[in-house]
């Protein structure tokens, strides 16, 4: 009788006894895992989606996007908003806007190493911002010395510093302490004193600045100079100069000079972009759910892994319908954009261009406002993305707990897998103690 390996035995005994539980716990964590994947990639898709509808569909948007042109460029650049009125405008340019700028009287030789005093306050305002820097601060070692550079760091870093920037500037070998307000226009003029400081020198040198720059706000005019409106802002941009337009101001003109001329007007090729980064965001959404939701041929068509999902069954359904309704009592069909029998979505830009030309403001509340397409869209995606109980939080929710149910009933098979393999082992190291014992006593008798 040949000899056993209790072992061996053991573990082909124990394995045959667990492997149905193990072939079929794996096949069903592996399926709700790919469930949740796809689930995943359905729901990117969809935010996806949103995005591009949010996009086009705020407060500040619009699906009709506009444009805008200068009759000479170098002076103005103008952002026309979707809900800017199209015209001509004239607009003069002044004077464009300019922040304040001192160069402090210190001796020309100094550099960042200069010592300074560190006795007396040196005080900084800009408007109706200030700052009172204790010149004794600067002096962390108490060495009764501070540099220049501490200075510069310690203005610039305050806390309370009310808008200005020190700064050394550097030309023809000689070194220039400068004083330039953070903000442009009027306001931003800076007032510089020292108070009980013990070097004279000090206080001269901030008594006796030169203006480099003087603060200034921009001024336009819409119309003709010195005959329209007059505008003026702090900065060089002027924001809703015109409703929905936004103009900054890069150079001024020469007084006498015609004034510019604007054209806002719909950009037909921005728009139509606009619209077909829409179309190609339900194309893609609508792929990955068809692909996720097949039914497969069991031959070429492979079967998708949320075939029959009811939630995105009902999701799709939903969303056909909303894309087929009729909005201010056009369809989107009217406008080229159809959905073919594959349930993709084409645009027929020719025809879009079209409707846009002829009637824009049936085209913006078929798509824009309260009831309208985009609005439908959004009330419908809401709840399938809320973070909190959305309907697909849910749905992986639910899938998750499947899968760690299917994990503990795997942890529980290596328990089972244990307790069967010792029990065949000891039953075959048994079984091999008596064969050998068999084999001894034969032998005996031999």
Not at 6 to 19: E, G, L, N, R, S
Not at 157 to 164: C, E, F, T
């Amino acid at each position: 009788m040949s000899s056993i390996d209790p072992t061996t035995m053991a573990k082909q005994m124990a394995t045959y006894d667990v492997k149905p539980f193990q072939d079929r716990y794996k096949t069903q964590a592996d399926s709700y895992k790919t469930q949740l994947t796809e689930l995943g990639k359905v729901e990117g898709k969809i935010r996806d989606f949103r995005k591009s509808v949010n996009d086009i569909n705020s407060p500040t948007s619009s699906i009709i996007k506009n444009g805008a042109s200068v009759s000479k460029e170098g002076f103005v650049t103008v952002d026309a908003k979707p809900k800017a009125l199209s015209g001509n405008y004239q607009i003069f340019v002044e004077s464009v806007a300019s922040g304040h700028q001192l160069s402090v009287n210190l001796p020309t030789d100094i550099d960042p190493q200069t010592q300074i005093p560190t006795i007396g306050k040196l005080d900084l305002s800009v408007g109706d911002k200030s700052m009172s820097l204790d010149l004794a601060s600067l002096d962390k070692q108490l060495t009764g010395k501070a540099s220049l550079a501490q200075l510069i760091s310690s203005i610039n870093n305050a806390s309370d510093n009310p808008g200005v920037n020190a700064s050394l500037l550097r030309s023809n070998g000689q070194t220039y302490f400068m004083l330039t307000s953070a903000d442009t226009g009027a306001a931003s003029k800076i007032s510089v004193k020292t108070s009980g400081v013990t070097q004279p020198w000090f206080n001269q040198a901030f008594a006796n600045t030169q203006e480099i720059s003087s603060p200034a706000d921009a001024v336009v005019w819409l119309g003709a100079q010195n005959r329209g409106l007059k505008l003026t802002s702090e900065t060089n941009t002027f924001t809703n100069a015109i409703d929905g337009v936004d103009i900054t101001v890069e150079q001024a003109q020469q007084s006498g000079e015609a004034p510019l001329t604007l054209n806002i007007a719909p950009d037909e090729e921005a728009t139509k972009t606009q619209i077909q980064g829409l179309v190609d965001a339900y194309n893609g959404l609508m792929k990955t759910i068809d692909t996720a939701t097949q039914i497969g041929d069991g031959k070429d068509v492979k079967r998708g892994a949320l075939a029959n999902d009811p939630t995105l069954k009902s999701f799709e359904s939903q969303i056909n319908r909303v894309v087929r309704n009729k909005y201010d009592g056009h369809l989107l069909s009217e406008l080229g954009i159809t959905i073919d029998r594959t349930g993709s979505m084409q645009l027929d830009s020719n025809k879009f261009l079209e409707a846009q030309r002829n009637n824009s403001a049936a085209v913006e509340k078929l798509f824009n406002g309260n009831g309208a397409l985009l609005d439908s869209v959004e009330k419908l995606l809401s709840p399938y993305l809320q973070f909190s109980n959305g309907l697909f939080k849910s749905r992986k929710d639910a899938l998750q707990q499947n899968i760690s149910r299917i994990e503990q009933k795997q942890t529980g098979l290596e328990r089972k897998y244990d307790m069967v393999y010792n029990r065949y082992l000891k039953q075959f190291a048994q079984m091999d103690s008596l064969s050998k014992q068999m084999e001894k006593t034969k032998s005996m008798f031999a």
